[in-house]
C-alpha cells in the first residue's frame, strides 16, 4: 500500500523558515509529479509548488522568491523550503505525488501537516 508521510510543520514566527519533508513508502515502481498543496477552512486547496520528474518546477506568484522544492529520486522524497514566512502562508500543507505502483498509476495524498505562522 503506497502512502505519503509528511513532517516538519509548527508554529514559526513572521519572517522564520520551515522544511517540510515527505517520503512515498509500499511498492512503488515509479514516483512522477510531486508537490505541495495548502489549505485553509473555508478556501479550497491551492498548489504551492510542484516539481515533475524531469525537475521543472513551478510555483504559486504567492511564493515564488521565499520557497523552493526539491526531492530526491532514489529516496522517494520531496521538500518544502519555506523562508520569509508571513502569517497568510499559514494552512495545513499536504504533500501529493503521481506514483506507479500496482494499481498502476494514480495521484496520492499526504495526512498534512500544519504551519502557523504567528507571533
Known amino acids: 500500500q503506497v502512502q505519503l508521510m509528511e513532517s516538519g510543520g509548527g508554529l514559526v514566527q513572521p519572517g522564520g523558515s520551515l522544511r517540510l519533508s515527505c517520503a512515498a513508502s509500499g511498492t512503488i515502481f515509479r514516483v512522477n509529479d510531486m508537490g505541495w498543496y495548502r489549505q485553509v477552512p473555508g478556501k479550497e486547496r491551492e498548489l504551492v509548488a510542484s516539481i515533475n520528474s524531469g525537475g521543472r518546477t513551478n510555483y504559486a506568484d504567492s511564493v515564488k522568491g521565499r520557497f523552493t522544492i526539491d526531492r530526491d529520486y532514489a529516496k522517494k522524497m520531496v521538500w518544502l523550503q519555506m523562508s520569509s514566512l508571513k502569517p497568510e502562508d499559514t494552512a495545513v500543507y499536504y504533500c501529493?505525488?503521481?506514483?506507479?505502483?500496482?494499481?498502476?498509476?494514480?495521484?496520492?495524498w499526504g495526512q498534512g501537516t500544519q504551519v502557523t505562522v504567528s507571533s
Open positions: 501529493n505525488a503521481a506514483i506507479v505502483g500496482t494499481v498502476g498509476s494514480r495521484y496520492y
